[in-house]
Nanobody, 117 residues
Framework: QLQLVESGGGLVQAGGSLRLSCAAS????????MGWFRQAPGKEREFVAS????????YYTDSMKGRFTISRDNAKNTVYLQMNSLKPEDTAVYYC??????????WGKGTLVTVSS
């Protein structure tokens, strides 16, 4: 199994930046793709970005292209989400997800990002 812990959330003004981290522990010897999702109050969870094991195969939701950057450091078992030019509508709980080669998905508990106008 994998355990995922997100960090880096907080309160930021519109136009500001935050970098989220997601640290994996447990069965990190098996390759896994990573992704970020978010859930705003009263809304469904939505996809933000994902990155393959090798650092390739990077995908973003269109509305976040150019503002958000996903990256990973496999030596640290950590995936990052750099968020720039934040908007109030980016306010949400951000979750990371890992998918191992056997198809099992693991989720973190989330980190809250609040963007004030």
């Amino acid at each position: 199994q994998l355990q995922l812990v997100e960090s880096g959330g907080g309160l930021v003004q519109a136009g500001g930046s935050l970098r989220l981290s997601c640290a994996a522990s447990g069965r990190t010897d098996s390759s896994y793709d990573m992704g970020w999702f978010r859930q705003a109050p009263g809304k469904e969870r939505e996809f933000v970005a994902s990155i393959g094991w090798s650092g390739a195969n990077i995908y973003y939701t269109d509305s976040m292209k150019g503002r958000f950057t996903i990256s990973r450091d496999n030596a640290k078992n950590t995936v990052y989400l750099q968020m720039n030019s934040l908007k109030p509508e980016d306010t949400a709980v951000y979750y990371c997800k890992a998918r191992q080669v056997d198809g099992m998905d693991y989720w973190g508990k989330g980190t809250l990002v609040t963007v004030s106008s």
